[in-house]
């Protein structure tokens, strides 16, 4: 019986078999299980793959705290990574990779949905935002390996890489397929002037706002209340007009939309990571079809 020598994937064919796998999931819409399965290999294809590159940097860097690293304990495995927020920190800090907030975003959603099916088994949104979700993590994650990292032309891996890139692009115009025919189908029957802006669950821009006290999402059914007139109580025109949120160009209520997250900035200690809550607030005028975006903190630990 010939002896047990083990196995080796090298963590950049690691990230790549969970990516391509990710695909062919996300890419089949008869399966129950397709989707679960899409979003638990997507999410480790994010952060093994974003972690590699960290490595190219330094190897210290995937610690959660690089100053107690060691050589021993990286060629064990033996260690405590950092977490996939502390990883695009370091990339935008340390190696000066510019990644856009609507990526940061989705990848954290895509966080939040993987922590709901792996630990609580809990039931996700619309399948139909959780799958757009997906794509822009896609469309992302594939930039990302084709610009930012990938093995040396003379490395064992080139050809391997080369050709798992080729198709998980093939793959890929699938899955945005699918998202795309359904946006269509959804949308088809709005005018210019029907007032549209982009839903904050799915990213797509099919949140209908034809009414003052909520807005729901033609693609993925999500339901938003008006932050502005919700805590008023009962939502009677007299009560509406009591909220303070105004048009400063026509005087009208306006409709506030409160996209709470949360990201990770460096506190006192540059090796630890505290997290802080965000909100997007958008603020939107029915009658004038205009829009104001704001962001800020709303509170730290």
Known sequence: MASDQGFHFPPILNGMDYLASAVEQLADDEEENSLKY?????QAAAEVLLKVRLVEEHWSLIFKNPG?????SYDRGDFESC??????ERLEKISEIPISEKAKGRIKRLSRHRNQLQH????LESSNAVRAVAVDVLDFLVDFIVGWIGPEPDSEEFDDYHNRVDEIR???HRVEELVDKRF??????LTENDF??????????????????SAKCRFCHSFWPNAGISPLGALTPEKIEEAENRCRICGRVTFLLDIYSSTWTLG???????????????????????AINTRYVANQP
């Open 68 to 72: 107690l690293a060691s050589r021993e």
């Open 83 to 88: 977490t996939l927020e502390g990883a695009i």
């Open 268 to 290: 006192k200690e540059v090796t630890e990571y505290e997290e802080i809550t965000i909100v997007d607030r958008a603020e939107y005028c029915l009658k004038c079809n205009t």
């Open 184 to 189: 269509k189908r959804v949308t088809k029957d």
């Open 38 to 42: 899409g979003v638990l290999h997507l």
């Open 120 to 123: 609580y088994g809990a039931r």
């Open 170 to 172: 093939k793959n890929l």
């Open 196 to 213: 549209v802006a982009p839903c904050p669950a799915c990213g797509r821009i099919s949140l209908v706002l034809d009414d003052i006290k």
